[in-house]
C-alpha cells in the first residue's frame, strides 16, 4: 500500500493527493510528521532536507511532489484519468516534459516566491519582504501574457487534454487566490478559463476541501 508522509492541506502534497483522486486511489495512507521529526536524524535520512512529502511504496521511497506524481501517474496509468503519455509515445513524452518545464520555470519561478512571502513568511512569523513580492508579481505578469496566447490555442497546459501538468499547477494558482493575486490569473481570459476548467474538477474540488482528510 502507497504510504504519502506529508500534511492533508500542505501545498506540495495536494498535488499528490489530486493525483491519488483522478486515480480513484483509496488504498493509501497518510502519517503529518511535526516539525520537529522532520529535521530528526531517522527523517534526515527519508529527506535530506527535511521537507515533505514523501512517498514510501514497499522499497521504494521518493521525494519531491512532481517526481511522487510522475510515480503514481505511471503506477496507476491503466485506471482512473489518464495523467501522462503512453510508455511508447516517444513525442508525447518530449512535449509532457516541455510543458513541465513551462510549470516549472515560467509558473512557478514567479508564483512560489509571492506565495511564501505573503503566506508562509506571516506563517512563521518572518516579516514580509515587500519588493520580492513586487519584482515577481510584475516578472509574473510578463509570463501571463504568454500562458494567454497559449491556452488560447490549446485548452490545458499540456495540450488539448487535461494531464499530470495541470495537476502541478494546483496548490501555488490556488495560494495566489487566497493571497489576494487571484486578478493575476483573471486579467487574462484564457488563462482564467483554464483555471476554471481545472479547479472545478470533482477530484481537486475534493482533496482542497479544508476538511478532507482521505478517502471515506
Known amino acids: 500500500m502507497v504510504h504519502i508522509i506529508g500534511m492533508w492541506q500542505a501545498t506540495c502534497t495536494s498535488r499528490i493527493l489530486a493525483v491519488l483522486a483522478e486515480k480513484g486511489v483509496t488504498d493509501f495512507t497518510l502519517t503529518e510528521p511535526s516539525f520537529v521529526e522532520m529535521k530528526s536524524p531517522p527523517y534526515l535520512e527519508k529527506q535530506p532536507f527535511g521537507q515533505i512529502p514523501i512517498l514510501e511504496d514497499g522499497d521504494i521511497r521518493i521525494h519531491e511532489s512532481r517526481a511522487i506524481c510522475r510515480y503514481l501517474a505511471a503506477k496507476y496509468h491503466d485506471q482512473g484519468t489518464k495523467l501522462l503519455p503512453d510508455p511508447s509515445d516517444i513525442k508525447g513524452w518530449a512535449l509532457f516534459e516541455q510543458w513541465a518545464s513551462v510549470e516549472a520555470e ?3 519561478e514567479h508564483a512560489f516566491p509571492m506565495v511564501n512571502q505573503v503566506f508562509f513568511n506571516k506563517l512563521k512569523g518572518l516579516p514580509v519582504i515587500k519588493e520580492v513580492v513586487d519584482e515577481n508579481r510584475e516578472k509574473f ?8 496566447a497559449i491556452l488560447a490555442k ?3 497546459m499540456g495540450g488539448d487534454e487535461f494531464s499530470l501538468i495541470d495537476i502541478f499547477y494546483y496548490p501555488y494558482t490556488k495560494k495566489l487566490f487566497q493571497i489576494g493575486e487571484g486578478a493575476l490569473i483573471e486579467g487574462h481570459p484564457n488563462v482564467k478559463a483554464w483555471w476554471e476548467r481545472i479547479s472545478t474538477r470533482d477530484a481537486w474540488v475534493k482533496v ?5 482528510k482521505g478517502p471515506e
Not at 482542497?208 to 478532507?212: A, V
Request: glycine share 0%; no cysteine; hydrophobic share 25%.
Open 106 to 108: 515560467n509558473w512557478n
Open 141 to 148: 505578469k510578463q509570463r501571463l501574457v504568454a500562458f494567454d
Open 154 to 156: 490549446q485548452k490545458y
Open 208 to 212: 482542497s476541501n479544508p476538511d478532507y
